[in-house]
């Protein structure tokens, strides 16, 4: 498996290294992909923030940001997690908050491993999407 770094910056760490681990390694055996290296990071929603309006121009607190890096061949991803934006939307769908953290790293895992959506209507209904929420409800419910 990849290189695995998981830390926080301006929040405590919302769920468990071993659990972030398990999760990323799920994702890519199931997408049968090997990168060299994964980096999770979650963040506060200020930095979070200025992490988004300072890469993608957007000033405002998002969920997840992730990045797929191809350096001498080989495959790196970082992913930015905000728990703050976690919380709300577990709040908001009455959902639990590991369910939304597992979605929202498998999320951006997919995303640094190319696959994307489109926005709006046909987001929950992409190739993406689905095949994301196939991973959050084998993930979720497993102890940490």
């Known amino acids: 498996m990849p290189d695995l770094n998981v830390q926080a910056f301006g929040c405590t760490l919302p769920m468990s290294r071993r ?3 398990r999760v990323i390694t799920s994702v890519l055996v199931g997408e049968r992909r090997r990168p060299a290296a994964v980096s999770v990071t979650f963040l506060s929603a ?3 923030r ?3 309006r300072r890469t993608l121009r957007h000033d405002r607190v998002t969920d997840v940001i992730a990045f797929g890096m191809t350096h ?3 495959r790196a991803a970082d992913i930015y997690v905000c728990p703050a934006k976690a919380r709300a939307a577990r709040r908001r769908w009455g959902i639990p908050l590991r369910e939304e ?3 929202l790293i498998v999320h951006g895992l997919l995303h640094a491993l190319g696959y994307d959506h489109p926005e709006g ?3 929950t209904t992409s190739r993406m999407w689905l095949r994301q929420e196939r991973y959050v409800q084998r993930l979720a419910n497993r102890p940490q």
Request: net charge positive.
């Open 19 to 21: 659990a972030v681990r």
């Open 46 to 48: 200020p930095r979070m």
């Open 50 to 52: 200025a992490l988004n």
């Open 72 to 74: 001498a061949g080989r």
């Open 101 to 103: 953290l597992v979605r």
């Open 121 to 123: 209507a046909g987001r």
